[in-house]
């Protein structure tokens, strides 16, 4: 999964939706942009989920949203207050890249890229031989991204992929259903990634999101996955 943003409550629903679970993976950005960035950093915590740090995770912790349009500023800002010391160290303590070998399998995980691994977007449209050069330079299996709120899937050579889960809470590609991917390995072998898509109380989120004082527009995407 990727890309929660201070939203517990389409978190839920998802973990509502995968079932039991031997692994937690998590391509960063866990706070900013909607209400609830304490809570939803506690529950991913509580859950042990194996997370890379995400620029709004960063930026959160460090009052620093440079760079980021009026609205994600001032929810930069309104996140920032309400981390405790402890929340900022935990987020800027996460590590910017993750490999590790599930039952065999080689899995490289970042935010962003392996070149920028927390700032650089990569969206479906990225040329395959970008792709194939992120496989050969991570030396993984499975190559995982998150940052656009996009999911997608590519196998830029034959066996190896690169996977974008989507946003569990912000999606942007016109679906507002969380999304996320359900992920089957054994014996060494990938034997299914599955995009999955599961509805959840968009209205709670958005009455919240105006009930703080954050910006009105963060409430409409919501309902649009914009």
Known sequence: MSDIHANPIALQ???N???PFDLLLNAGD???YNPWPVESLAKVRKLGAISVLGNHDRDSALNAPIGYNP??????RWTHERLSPSDR???LALPRQMKLQVDGVRISMFHGSPRNPVDEYITPECPTE???????YTKAQLLILGHTHIPFLEEPLPGRYVLNPGSVGQ????????????????????????HRRVPYEVEKVAEEILRVGLPPFLAERLYYGM
């Not at 507002?176 to 990634?193: F, Q, V």
């Open 13 to 15: 629903a998802v973990l």
């Open 17 to 19: 939706d995968s079932g």
């Open 30 to 32: 866990i706070v900013d």
């Open 71 to 76: 609205y994600a500023i001032i929810s930069c």
């Open 89 to 91: 160290s935990f987020l």
């Open 130 to 136: 970008v792709l194939r050069g992120f496989l050969q």
């Open 171 to 194: 999606p942007r590609d016109g679906d507002p259903r969380a999304s996320y991917a359900l992920l089957t390995i054994e014996g060494g072998d990938l034997l299914r990634l599955e």
